[in-house]
DNA sequence: TGCGCACACCTTAGATACAACAGCGTGCCG
DNA sequence: CGGCACGCTGTTGTATCTAAGGTGTGCGCA
């Protein structure tokens, strides 16, 4: 635990100049920083950093095999996108999620999707939902969960992004991430939601492709708070 | 535009601050790495560091008087906020205010100020509201302009913060500080939008106070898009 | 004269070293 | 026996140092 620096991580020790800039290197070097920030966000949103624990950049530091300085970054971004709260001299509290924060977060996407929703969709758009909602069926069918789960984001996505506006996008994003922390198990929990899910999905691009502003927005409406239903059941 | 390298080394206007930090004051230390944000970020709202420019963090931790590496946390932070864009090699770039970005600020307030709008005001927030509308007043004829725009803001915040939705009061801060380099000399080139303004205050806060929610949703547009109208044209 | 290559400078990225601070336990003193 | 104070430990905050990357410029060569 104490050990103060990496010792194992020195992937770029290889002196020979030839074979290292050549082949025998394929590259390894995701930014370095960023390795952090993916390991971090992905224990958290995963559960693996539980809500309450106190993550201390020297332990990040030798778990990553990074020095300091990148950890540091990465719990600054981590912090701004409200997965963390590091606190003066102690560590960076991993913020367990509670109630408010559920409410926050599903009144949010409610906001910005009946807004996407509302406005009218082009023929592009309705295509690309369209494609969307295809594969999702058949991953469904396939029994991909995982895959299914990230197409599904990946419909809202695009919907929300068709607004044009950047801002929204951004917040979107990072709504998806934090809902993640809540509701991981959902679709395993409830196979049935999946069919629902789908369907729900159908509504909302049956309302687009009509042209059927309010029609759209309730249906966002009625997905959402399903979502919600299921978050609150969820709730440790 | 096309100025590659940035001429940033005089505007440290701010150079009192290395006096102030040894001698004068024995006990006082306002949090290190604050300083600079805080800079950085006054010095862009405030233009003082123009759209295009290129920060180094050299330059900066000279400016301010410490070293890097506090610079950088404040870089990172004001990146995630949207004032600057960091690129990889080359410096911190601050980005010009686009017809884009004034559309999506001005939308996205629009769709938070609503929101807020809609719900049933409680007569603890119309109290608050009220007096923050007096307050408003007195300052208009007291002149105080700069009040004057401190107290618009905190209406729309105070509005904003009733909905209890804490990501919706973060976002929305956020989209003040933005704006606020789109038109900080709107109000003063317009002396008569003050009265416009504090007039648009009162029918949202009279429809509230009517529990019409309507009503007050539509007084919330109106007033945003007169803001928006100034700042169409505030555009350089 | 034009093109290309190489070097040099300026920048960030990351690591390490150092200082200050907070919390806490223990031991001393009343 | 209780309270206070001191010091120890673990943490972040800051500074400095080294490495690597990129860009522009200038020189050499065709």
Redesign the interface.
């Known amino acids: 635990m104490s050990s103060p620096r990496a010792t194992a991580a020195a992937p770029t020790t290889a002196s020979t100049i030839d074979s290292a800039t050549v082949s025998a290197t394929p590259d390894k070097r995701p930014p370095a920083a960023e390795r952090v920030y993916a390991h971090v966000k992905e224990a958290v949103l995963g559960r693996r950093y539980e809500g309450g624990m106190l993550l201390t950049e020297g332990e990040l530091a030798d778990a990553v095999g990074v020095s300091r300085?990148p950890v540091?970054?990465a719990l600054?971004?981590l912090e701004?996108e409200?997965l963390l709260r590091l606190y003066p001299k102690k560590g960076a509290l991993v913020l367990p999620v509670s109630v408010?924060?559920i409410?926050?977060?599903v009144?949010?996407r409610l906001?910005?999707e009946e807004?996407a929703a509302r406005r009218p969709a082009g023929p592009a758009l309705i295509a690309e939902l369209a494609e969307l909602l295809d594969r999702q069926r058949e991953l469904a069918e396939a029994g991909d969960l995982a895959q299914v789960a990230r197409v599904d984001r990946c419909f809202h996505a695009t919907l929300v992004r068709s607004?044009g506006?950047?801002?929204?996008t951004r917040?979107y994003d990072q709504?998806r991430d934090r809902q993640l922390r809540m509701g991981v198990a959902v679709m395993h929990a409830h196979p049935g939601r999946i069919a629902q899910n789908i369907a729900e999905h159908g509504e909302i691009l049956d309302a687009l492709r009509a042209g059927d502003a309010d029609a759209a927005v309730a249906a966002v409406h009625r997905h959402v708070g399903s979502v919600r239903a299921l978050l609150r059941g969820d709730v440790r």
């Open positions: 300085t540091r970054e600054l971004r701004v409200g408010q924060e409410g926050d977060v009144e949010t906001l910005v807004h607004t506006n950047e801002i929204l917040l709504l």
